[in-house]
């Protein structure tokens, strides 16, 4: 089960290197923000998702 932590405040969209790989904060509409911690190839496969989507709103 996955601990209780404090709700973070409301902040820009951030990433930080930690012992376990990437944290990424995304701020969230109506206050807070969804953090997550990637590992690396977790990372490499969010880059390619996104960078494929930015690519296909390019090509309209």
Known sequence: MAAMK?????GPL?????IHGTV????LE??????LELRDEELE???DVVQQAVAE???R
């Open 6 to 10: 404090p709700r973070t405040g409301d």
């Open 14 to 18: 951030e990433t930080e290197r930690s």
């Open 24 to 27: 990424l904060r995304i701020p």
């Open 30 to 35: 109506g206050g807070g923000r969804m953090v």
């Open 45 to 47: 496969t969010l880059f």
């Open 57 to 59: 709103r390019e090509a």
